[in-house]
């Protein structure tokens, strides 16, 4: 059988072709960050090389998981979803000591919500988290006893399993939404499209930021953050979202609205966790080797994005 | 041979991996173990976990020959977990006080020493209350005057406590940090001084290491 007909190629032509254009791009990227490091050696130039070292990343299970199986993407949501909701407990200075017993079950979670999303059982999948989990965090706090300050590991523990499983899982959803008609790029072509975009936003954020950013949006917060690099990234997000709708089952008008809505929400994500890590007095929120940044500085606007546009291409689709 | 197999089977096939991707141990500044032959790291004590993720760290070549240094008194004379923490540890199990026959706790740590073996050492002892250091003993600085030739790496765990502390029994995953300083020949021949200077070089790392990771301290009152 021939390798083309094997992984389907002519059904997934869209997918196919944007991984060419994916893998053109990141090449394209790497040399660029690279030179620029070289020109300019700087934070702001290692956080573009950062950045492209975790698309590589991203890039290479998408295509392994589109060409072998795609339980594989299921399986690296999980264990994003996991790495991040470690790195966010470990850094957590407000969590007790009594609560590690009760961070297992936000772990255990994890596997649940991606069988669900695997298995694509929608209704359970979508309360899973927010209303048994919501219920079940704070019923084994009260039954370990200790309540000193157990308001305060009520609240956090569910936002943290919200923010971290419950977000990032949508992305794995996409990948069990069910086929429609005359849309051939399917699940695949819709999280491509939302992780594109959404990288894209943050990074034209940060150029146009760079370029022509005078005037701070939410200084105390996020002091890099301008008004024109927003609404830079805003607008190029828009035409972005215009030019790959080919991914999407979106209209033309369509479009434009999911394009201003994920520049939006990756806005939001990106102050959210900055605002956190201001809270805890750390720069990096974890790191592999000195000096790189965590996994959640690489999701944050992930993390609002990807429910956000779920909802959206679910109910203007798929409902 | 056997033993030495599965030694490597354990660590580098399994544990390293169990250590990074599940519970979340990196390594900081690893490379200054490739330069060394032989050595001693030194290290503080917080988890049962230590031992386990430093042996992960070492090479093919050096896990069969390091060997971390156990309470016999905890890990039980001859029982089956002194067999379970000889055999999966590699650990050489020493009396914390004399014994009967006279041979002295030290007396095992230097034959190793003078095969070419390495050690892996925690001079605080016991492993404490989680995430606080607490006094040294002597016996280090022993063995660093008798054995000068012999480099010390000294190694800051951060996190660990954390993960697996004492007395508890459930493994929880956090991020932890294992960081490596650069090995280090000891300058001094009393006793007490070089105790004070591998101390002070932990407490170097550890300082360095709070500084660029570790939330500051708040009042959450």
């Given at each position: 059988m021939n390798i083309l007909d094997q992984i389907g190629f002519e059904q997934h032509k869209e997918v196919y072709s944007i991984i060419g254009v994916i893998i053109g791009i990141l090449i394209l990227a790497t040399v660029i960050?690279?030179?620029?490091?070289?020109?300019?050696?700087?934070?702001q130039t290692t956080e573009l090389k950062r950045r492209t070292r975790s698309w590589w990343i991203m890039a290479t299970i998408f295509i392994t998981a589109t060409v072998v199986h795609p339980i594989i993407s299921f399986i690296a949501f999980g264990l994003l979803s996991f790495v991040a909701l470690r790195e966010l407990a470990s850094i957590s200075t407000n969590m007790r000591n009594e609560d590690r017993g009760v961070i297992i079950w936000c772990y255990l979670a994890?596997?649940?919500?991606y069988y669900l999303a695997y298995i694509g059982w929608f209704n359970l999948f979508i309360i899973f988290i927010p209303v048994l989990m919501f219920i079940w965090i704070p019923f084994i706090l009260v039954v370990r006893g200790y309540t000193t300050r157990i308001s305060s590991s009520m609240s956090i523990l569910p936002t943290q399993l919200m923010f971290t499983v419950f977000s990032i899982s949508h992305l794995a959803y996409l990948l069990s939404l069910p086929e429609i008609p005359n849309f051939n790029a399917g699940g695949r072509g819709l999280l491509l499209y939302v992780v594109f975009l959404t990288e894209m936003n943050d990074v034209f954020q940060f150029i146009w930021g760079k370029l022509f950013g005078r005037h701070k949006?939410?200084?105390?917060?996020?002091?890099?953050?301008?008004?024109?690099?927003?609404?830079?990234?805003?607008?190029?997000?828009?035409?972005?979202?215009?030019?790959l709708r080919f991914l999407t089952p979106f209209t033309a008008m369509e479009s434009w609205f999911?394009?201003?809505?994920?520049?939006?929400?990756?806005?939001?994500?990106?102050?959210?966790?900055?605002?956190?890590?201001?809270?805890?007095?750390?720069?990096?929120?974890g790191s592999a080797i000195p000096g790189h940044g965590g996994i959640l500085d690489r999701v944050d606007s992930l993390a609002i994005t990807a429910p956000v546009f779920f909802y959206l291409v679910y109910n203007l689709h798929y409902a | 041979m056997i033993k030495k197999f599965t030694l490597r089977i354990i660590y580098l096939g399994c544990m390293r991996f169990f250590l990074k991707l599940i519970v979340g141990v990196k390594y900081i500044n690893k490379r200054v173990l490739k330069a060394q032959k032989q050595f001693i790291l030194v290290g503080n004590h917080n988890s049962h976990l230590d031992a386990m993720a430093l042996m992960a760290s070492l090479n093919w070549k050096q896990l069969p020959d390091t060997h971390p240094i156990a309470a016999a008194d905890y890990f039980g004379g001859t029982g089956i977990k002194a067999r379970v923490s000889k055999f999966l540890i590699n650990a050489i199990l020493i009396k914390r006080s004399k014994d009967e026959a006279g041979e002295k706790p030290l007396d095992q740590m230097s034959k190793a020493l003078s095969e070419g073996k390495s050690l892996i050492l925690f001079p605080e002892g016991s492993r404490g209350e989680p995430e606080k250091m607490?006094?040294?003993h002597k016996g280090i600085g022993v063995l660093l005057t008798l054995y000068p030739h012999i480099p010390y790496i000294p190694v800051y765990i951060s996190g660990l406590g954390k993960v697996l502390p004492k007395g508890e029994r459930l493994l929880v995953p956090f991020d932890a940090y294992v960081t490596f300083g650069e090995a280090s020949w000891v300058k001094s021949k009393e006793v007490e001084s070089i105790v004070q200077e591998v101390?002070?070089?932990?407490?170097?790392?550890?300082?360095?290491?709070?500084?660029?990771?570790?939330?500051?301290?708040?009042?959450?009152?």
């Open positions: 960050f690279y030179i620029l490091g070289r020109l300019y050696p700087g934070e994890i596997p649940v919500q949006i939410i200084e105390k917060v996020s002091p890099n953050k301008t008004w024109e690099g927003f609404i830079g990234g805003l607008v190029s997000t828009i035409f972005m979202a215009y030019f999911v394009g201003a809505i994920v520049g939006f929400a990756g806005f939001i994500g990106d102050i959210i966790v900055s605002a956190v890590k201001r809270d805890i007095g750390i720069k990096d929120t | 607490q006094e040294f101390h002070s070089e932990i407490i170097q790392l550890k300082d360095n290491f709070d500084k660029q990771y570790k939330p500051k301290k708040k009042d959450h009152a």
